[in-house]
């Protein structure tokens, strides 16, 4: 049963805004949270979940508005200043010192001493009895690395318990556990709500949200759409408050393209997440890959570049085999891969357009031979062809705007010609103006007769984009439908985590 609200607000953001080069991240955004009180955060991706999180903890500055921890105002709250006030975070990205055990970890830095040196057996009495007053059940001599996920998890909560913390922030903290791993984090939760423990729960799963959470939080586009009760609200509110009525407004738009022979077939695929996953891909189908975080659509990306071995399974590429961690062979066969985080994984900030798309020209063959006089003429004509606009006709490609950026990486990765082609998050950060761009190129693609797959997050581009949706959880699918039989709600359902579309 889901313990009642203390009505003093022992964590509270009032006006909270913050820009990012221009662009809104937070716009006047108000949050409070009580005392024994589960708090949830959600909306889509890029809705402002992790600039609110990070603004809490004192790792970001608002520009505007201020920052109340038990009742004290702080306009440039800093992460010391949080974690003295009782302030903690949990990352999904689990920081314990693997080869420590679980009682290392749990009082690194205050270990008890006797005589000026540590006591050991006092050690491991007092972790014992802090994992013990919260119910977990993991022995205190334990080396961490032999923890599961969900153990490892629950050890991080309860150092931060153990410390004092009096306001506890879990991001994604079930975002890549099971069911039955994901219960374990649900009862450690509530006998901290029963304890008087403010929580803020940030998670993508809305059945865990209006099962777990006293209040919901939308965000949207960086501003605060609504703060609800959790029992006062249901699933298709839910979805519909997080993603407005934007979806479907370029569905009719998409052009009709008529499905040719498979191209792209996956079969039995297993690396990371994934585990005997199958996908078959048609040239001139667009395919949309969903998923909750960490369910394993990530995983494509490297394996089918090639930068990583699949542990199992094929892929084959216009009816023939590709070698599993080989970039030649699947550059060979025609697989173009772009990956979603273009400064740190598809391009190189400090050089210039040109030689940016010389460098992947250039590939595996003699990357020690430049040819100067190609690399210009190349590269005026991928500008002209992507619409590329800068001040001058080759700067680096660090000093281009978002959406300018993303066409640099288009024309390089998808400069020769493509059979099947892999697109993360293709329109992320970018303006209107360069995203209908990008769109168009991605549609193009389909009409030349390439089999393109889409990870991308945006509702609006996928009801827009895609021919197919295929939906991973687990690492496997869950459903494969056409986009005309999916519906408005049970699509965004599908893309928040819901467990019923």
């Known amino acids: 049963m889901k313990g ?51 603004t809490m903890c004192g790792a970001i500055v608002p520009d505007r508005g201020a920052v109340h921890v038990a009742g004290r105002r702080h306009t440039a709250l800093t992460p010391r200043r ?16 693997p080869g420590l055990t679980i009682a290392e970890n749990l009082l690194l830095g205050r270990l008890p001493t006797r005589f000026g040196a540590v006591s050991w057996r006092d050690a491991r009495r007092e972790a014992a009895r802090a994992l013990a007053e919260l119910g977990i059940e993991i022995p205190a001599d334990r ?77 949207r586009d960086g501003r605060r759409v609504v703060t609800v009760p959790a029992g006062d609200v249901d699933l298709p509110a839910l979805v519909r408050a997080m ?92 697989m173009r891969c772009v990956p979603g985080d273009r400064l740190r994984h598809g391009l190189v900030p400090g050089l210039g357009v040109d030689e940016n798309l010389d460098l992947v020209r250039r590939g595996l063959r003699r990357p020690w031979l ?43 990765r998808l400069g020769a010609e493509v059979t099947a082609c892999l697109l993360e998050e293709p329109t992320g950060g970018v303006d209107v103006a360069s995203k209908a761009d990008v769109q168009r190129l991605i549609g193009g693609l389909a009409a030349r007769g390439a089999a393109v797959v889409l990870a991308s997050s945006d509702v609006d581009e996928v009801a827009g984009l895609a021919d197919r949706v295929v939906v991973v959880r687990d690492g496997r699918t869950v459903a494969d439908r056409h986009i005309a039989q999916v519906t408005r709600d049970g699509l965004l359902a599908l893309i928040a985590g819901g467990r019923t579309p």
């Open 4 to 54: 009642p609200a203390a009505p003093a607000p022992v964590l509270e953001l009032r006006g909270v805004s913050k820009t990012f080069g221009g662009a809104h991240a937070l716009t006047d955004v108000d949050f409070t949270l009580s005392a024994g009180e589960v708090h949830a955060v959600v909306g889509m991706n890029g809705a402002g979940k992790s600039t609110l999180v990070e």
């Open 82 to 97: 949080a974690h003295a006030s009782g302030v903690s975070i949990v990352h999904q990205k689990r920081s314990l010192v």
């Open 143 to 219: 080396i961490a690395s032999a923890l599961d996920p969900a153990g490892q998890t629950l050890v991080e909560i309860a150092r931060e318990v153990h410390r004092g913390t009096r306001i506890l922030i879990l991001d994604e903290p079930t975002a890549t556990l099971g069911a039955a791993d994901a219960q374990r984090i649900h009862h450690l939760v509530r006998t901290l709500r029963a304890r008087g423990t403010g929580v803020v729960y940030i998670s993508h799963d809305l059945d865990e949200v209006l099962d777990l959470a006293d209040r919901i939080t939308v965000l």
């Open 243 to 334: 993603a407005g009525d934007r979806l479907g407004k370029e569905t009719s738009e998409r052009q009709d393209r008529v499905a040719g022979e498979p191209v792209l077939e996956l079969s039995g695929l297993t690396g990371g997440r994934l585990r005997g996953f199958d996908l078959t891909v048609r040239g001139g189908e667009i395919t949309a890959v969903l998923g909750p975080s960490g369910d394993g659509q990530s995983e494509l990306f490297p394996l089918l570049s090639g930068l990583r071995r699949a542990e199992s399974g094929r892929v084959r590429i216009g009816g023939r085999d590709v070698p599993s961690g080989d970039v030649g062979a699947a550059l060979a066969a025609g």
């Open 370 to 412: 430049v040819r100067w006089g190609r690399m210009r003429g190349d590269g005026r004509a991928a500008r002209d062809r992507y619409g590329i606009t800068a001040l001058h006709a080759d700067p680096p490609v660090a000093a281009l705007s978002g959406g300018n950026q993303q066409k640099v990486l288009l024309a390089a």
